[in-house]
């Protein structure tokens, strides 16, 4: 996508996403995997990623636990999205073996960050990092101590450089046969 920048700071406004970002979303989330992906997966996972992992949860939207970025010069635009969620899911797609929809007991168990995308004229730009913030500062506001994500390789440097420390690497096969690699982290939720 061609980018409307040009030597100005580019400043985006966070907000919670509703079901009316859906569409959206779902754009920006296949137009981020399909850029990003291929030189962490190469060209032949790239598709089956996009149609696998790039899935948007509406569980998130109807929970209010899912954070959209958009352009202050362009709103309603959105360049940026990512959330977490209260119940037992690490991603979408990921069929019945990572859980359902079980709310987590936030003293024991950790929330799970989820569904992080940013377009590709918009990445190094600390957008991860806000949505970040506002994901360990929701789930702070709930009680939960700590938060879990599977990461694509993408997203591993901002995990990383955010305070998530790596548990173990996993494969995910697609119901197409299709195996990705993927990255269990955790992170204690930092005091407020």
């Not at 992080?116 to 506001?141: H, Q, S």
Request: hydrophobic letters at 40%.
């Amino acid at each position: 996508m061609a980018s409307h920048f040009h030597g100005a700071p580019r400043i985006a406004r966070l907000r919670t996403a509703n079901v009316a970002d859906e569409t959206a979303i779902d754009a920006l989330m296949k137009a981020s995997a399909r850029s990003l992906f291929p030189a962490f997966y190469g060209e032949r996972n790239t598709p089956s990623a996009v149609r696998y992992i790039a899935i948007v949860d509406r569980t998130l939207l109807e929970d209010g636990t899912y954070f959209v970025l958009e352009p202050e010069d362009q709103p309603g635009e959105i360049v940026a999205c990512g959330g977490w969620s209260r119940r037992d899911k690490l991603f979408t797609g990921a069929g019945e073996s990572s859980g359902g929809v079980r709310r987590l007991e936030p003293t024991t168990e950790p929330a799970r960050v989820r569904a992080m995308f940013v377009r590709e004229d918009w990445t190094r730009l600390g957008l991860g990092k806000r949505i970040l913030e506002a994901c360990e500062g929701a789930a702070r506001e709930e009680g939960f101590l700590k938060l879990a994500l599977m990461a694509t390789l993408p997203g591993v440097p901002l995990y990383s450089a955010y305070g998530f420390r790596e548990l173990e690497r996993c494969e995910l096969r697609f119901p197409d046969g299709v195996v990705v690699e993927t990255v269990r982290m955790e992170k204690e939720i930092a005091a407020a």
